[in-house]
């Protein structure tokens, strides 16, 4: 069977990544709008009706309206905006998660594909919190740096014309209120919001996230081996997984840290550093902020829903 698929806000950042991803796709009919229709209610209303899969690609507004323009109830969706990652009705496009999550998105009707800075979060405290390694009481930091696409056409457009200064290195969300706190803090099973507090880089594309830990005040101290052997196990359960995890070892600097490492790919990669004598440990995450974070992610969310099988069918 062709799934015909529908990507609403075809022309934005994720929405021409996912378009390129499926091009060469032969087992898919891409059903395009016409631009001067793109923003039209009506015309969007019949493409979305007719779809086998709706992929959104769009600010949060248009996603909900989106949404309510569904009328059937054979149409299903993937959300790349943050409108629906926690709420009723919708299951995470996370797919790596927990072992029977491939299978839950692959009967899913209604999923919300991730957020870029939050799974490379949830993709350790998920696993450790679920392995009693770390409490989910921890109060949890969180650093990372994006490439500038992250800010999607307004930041791309920005950098590319060297407006606004382009710093190599831009803190920001200082008001420690970013929209992916509630998803960060949910699907990694964390009591308390972290303290989240991403930076932007004077570079297109690619994301790393790092987790530090203050371990001394935890009744048992786990080693670095310790959380990583844990991390390691769960990825190891996930046949097709696109996060794999790096052997432990003791290194001052690392040329895979390097943000634009699995650029143009679909996959993610995890470290653990530790210092066994300060009972710290960093968890650092590498992946594409426009792959795993967003477009990557909705292509193997969309083959999951399809029933094709992600690992050997999503073009890295
Ligand atoms: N960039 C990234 O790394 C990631 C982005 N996302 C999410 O994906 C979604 C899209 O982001 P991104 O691609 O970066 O954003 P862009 O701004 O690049 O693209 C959004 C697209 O939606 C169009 N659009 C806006 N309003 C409507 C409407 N009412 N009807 C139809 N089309 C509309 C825009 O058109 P116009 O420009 O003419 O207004 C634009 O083409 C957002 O919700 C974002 O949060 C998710 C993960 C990562
Ligand atoms: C660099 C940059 O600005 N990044 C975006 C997040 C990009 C992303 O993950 O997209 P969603 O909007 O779908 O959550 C931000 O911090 O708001």
Redesign the pocket.
Do not use: E, I, L
């Given at each position: 069977m062709v799934a015909k698929i529908f990507i609403d806000g075809e022309a934005g950042t994720t929405g021409l990544q996912i378009r390129e991803r499926l091009s060469r796709r032969r087992d898919i009919e891409l059903v395009s709008i016409p631009a001067d229709k793109r923003k039209d209610v009506e015309t969007r209303r019949a493409l979305l009706n007719a779809a086998d899969v709706a992929i959104l690609c769009l600010p949060d507004d248009a996603a909900r309206e989106s949404v309510s323009l569904i009328e059937n109830d054979t149409t299903k969706v993937i959300d790349?905006?943050?409108a629906h990652r926690v709420a009723e009705g919708w299951d995470y496009g996370f797919a790596e998660m927990d072992r029977d999550h491939g299978a839950k998105i692959a009967t899913s009707k209604r999923v919300a594909?991730p957020?870029?800075?939050p799974q490379g979060v949830i993709a350790f405290l998920r696993p450790l919190i679920n392995a009693g390694i770390v409490p989910e009481d921890l109060p949890i930091t969180v650093n990372a740096i994006?490439?500038?696409s992250?800010?999607?056409r307004s930041?791309i457009e920005a950098y590319e014309k060297g407006e606004g200064g382009n710093a190599p290195f831009m803190p920001?969300?200082l008001g420690l209120n970013?929209?992916?706190l509630p998803e960060m803090r949910l699907y990694s099973k964390l009591e308390k919001t972290p303290l989240f507090q991403?930076a932007?880089g004077d570079y297109a594309q690619g994301m790393v996230t790092f987790v530090p830990l203050q371990l001394e005040t935890l009744a048992k101290v786990p080693t670095g081996a310790e959380l990583h052997a844990a991390v390691a196990d769960h990825y190891a359960g996930i046949p097709g997984s696109f996060v794999d995890v790096a052997p432990f070892e003791a290194v001052e600097k690392l040329p895979g840290l390097d943000p634009q490492t699995f650029n143009g790919t679909n996959h993610m990669r995890l470290h653990v550093f530790a210092n066994e004598k300060r009972a710290q440990a960093l968890l650092v995450a590498v992946y594409d902020?426009l792959g795993k974070?967003?477009s990557g992610a909705a292509v193997q969310n969309l083959n999951l829903m399809l029933g094709i099988d992600g690992s050997t069918s999503l073009a890295a």
């Open positions: 790349a905006s943050t594909n957020g870029c800075y994006s490439g500038y992250g800010g999607g930041m920001y969300a970013h929209k992916h991403p932007v902020n974070g967003a």
